[in-house]
């Protein structure tokens, strides 16, 4: 006798039953249109984005700027936020094939390129002031210690980062 398949209840073969149904595509879409709302609402009254989503990186460096931490942290920081904005200016965004409006995915492509570079500056900023508590005789040359933290920045970076795997 050979196998027969389960058959639900209500006669449809599995391969016949839609994945999600309406009301429940309904829900999640009003669940993600909330999420975004709360979010952006969010960042306009910070004033960290315009009514058109647009990154107002006048107010962030104006921020940064009054930030109790050094002058060499705040210059990089500064630095960063306008490398995220030159990058996502030049963003081909209309050319997706993306679900995401355009403006919209260029303000998480800014938010998720300034977290990593923040990271990145925080991270500079503390080699500098512990450079002494690292041993930096395996480096080939001595260079001025700025470069000497760009490089040991560069291998501590690299070590973590899933940046340099070829997929």
Not at 132 to 139: A, E, I, K, Q, T
Request: hydrophobic fraction near 35%.
């Amino acid at each position: 006798m050979p196998y027969e398949y389960y058959r639900p209840y209500n006669g449809k073969s599995l391969n016949q039953m839609p994945i999600v149904d309406f009301d429940s595509l309904k829900s999640m879409t009003e669940k993600v249109k909330a999420k975004v709302s709360n979010f952006t609402c969010v960042l306009r009254k910070l004033e960290v984005i315009d009514s058109n989503y647009n990154v107002n990186t006048a107010k962030l460096v104006q921020q940064t700027l009054s930030y109790p931490v050094s002058h060499s942290l705040k210059h990089d920081l500064v630095k960063r936020i306008e490398h995220c904005n030159q990058m996502v200016n030049c963003m081909p965004i209309e050319n997706t094939e993306s679900p995401v409006p355009g403006t919209l995915q260029k303000l998480l492509a800014y938010l998720g390129c300034e977290k990593k570079l923040r990271l990145l500056a925080c991270m500079k900023e503390d080699l500098r002031r512990n450079i002494g508590d690292y041993d930096l005789s395996g480096f080939p040359f001595q260079a001025s210690e700025n470069e000497r933290i760009n490089k040991l920045l560069f291998v501590l970076w690299g070590a973590e980062s899933s940046d340099f795997e070829l997929q």
